[in-house]
């Protein structure tokens, strides 16, 4: 059986169940290896094919041999790397395992552990209770500088603490000396805050008084200010007044008097407009007549040119009709042709004027 007969896929297969077997060996130099009698199958194929490469058929069948090796390294590949791909499963399901084994004790942990922890976190909040009273109490028997009302609140609390072996427990000792400090030190401190608060009033109150009087002596004084400087100011007034009445009285004579100085420079003004403007009409009046005489002599000037025009252009026409007479035309005749000339009627024929 040659290769070109046989599926070159079927030689190389490789059983699933024998696919481990046959890759995951170690290659030696000198040891056969389980894929060695597989790669033999392709070789005797290839030993047994004679290539012509004179003709045509035969480079087909060359290229042929060619293709379906390729495809055996194909298929050897293949079958290697789904091997390769499902030996990678197996580490993903031995995690997957672990993780089973770890989520499944660690809650069967916690369940075993759970009534514990609950015990323990009372039990912490138990002592972290019994620790924070006993620090209040020790804390207030150094805070002696607070108001006496603190004072006396915190006082009145220390003194109500319980301290017994049901209430305190193994803090029994703890709890009797911090309150017995406690007691001691702000009893002490009630007292003194008290004193100095009362001294402290009697201060503002001596304070206030002294201020009141301050205060009042300073409104005397200030009335007393305040009257002085209203008759100063009524001084002040009447002489500002009476200044500007004076004022007034200059301004309004000065107002007069220019009222007075603006009446006869407008009069002036008024008379010198007067004057310019009579002059200005009979400029006008002069400049409107020098125009129509000039006019008048340029009128006349063009009537004696249209009229010695006229008279030359006659000149020249009788000329030109005495012409055409001696040369045989009828006056009337003579006088038509002039007139379509002078006219230019007749093409290419003019009259030199």
Request: aromatic fraction near 4%.
């Amino acid at each position: 059986m040659s290769i070109e007969t046989t599926e070159i896929t079927e030689i190389v297969r490789v059983a699933p169940r024998d696919a481990l077997a046959t890759f995951a060996v170690p290659i030696e130099d000198g040891k056969p290896h389980p894929i060695d009698p597989i790669l033999a199958r392709v070789r005797a194929e290839i030993d047994a094919f004679v290539p012509d490469i004179a003709t045509p058929v035969g480079r087909k069948r060359i290229a042929s041999m060619a293709y379906r090796i390729a495809r055996a390294k194909t298929a050897l590949d293949t079958a290697g790397k789904d091997l390769v791909a499902e030996q990678k499963k197996i580490p993903n399901l031995i995690d997957a395992t672990r993780r089973h084994i770890r989520d499944t004790l660690d809650a069967w942990a916690g369940e075993v552990r759970g009534p514990l922890d609950v015990w323990e976190a009372a039990d912490k909040a138990r002592v972290t209770t019994h620790e924070s009273r006993i620090a209040d109490l020790n804390r207030w028997a150094n805070e002696p500088m607070l108001p006496s009302e603190e004072l006396r609140r915190r006082l009145e609390d220390a003194r109500s603490t319980v301290v017994s072996t049901d209430a305190c427990q193994e803090f029994l000792d703890a709890y009797t000396e911090a309150k017995d400090r406690a007691v001691t030190a702000l009893t002490a401190a009630l007292a003194l805050q008290e004193q100095r608060e009362a001294e402290a009033a009697e201060l503002v109150r001596l304070r206030a008084a002294a201020a009141e009087r301050d205060r009042a002596d300073r409104e005397e004084a200030a009335r007393k200010a305040a009257l002085a400087a209203a008759e100063a100011r009524a001084v002040e007034i009447a002489r500002a007044e009476k200044d500007k009445a004076e004022a007034r009285e200059r301004a309004l004579k000065a107002e007069k008097d220019a009222a007075e100085a603006r009446e006869r420079e407008m009069a002036a003004k008024l008379e010198e407009q007067q004057k310019r403007a009579a002059a200005d009409a009979e400029a006008a009046a002069q400049k409107a007549r020098d125009e129509i005489e000039a006019k008048r002599r340029a009128e006349d000037a063009e009537a004696a040119k249209r009229a010695e025009n006229a008279r030359h252009r006659g000149k020249i026409n009788r000329a030109a009709l005495e012409a055409f007479v001696r040369a045989g035309l009828s006056e009337d005749m003579g006088k038509f042709v002039v007139g379509l000339i002078a006219k230019g009627e007749i093409p290419n024929v003019t009259i030199k004027y």
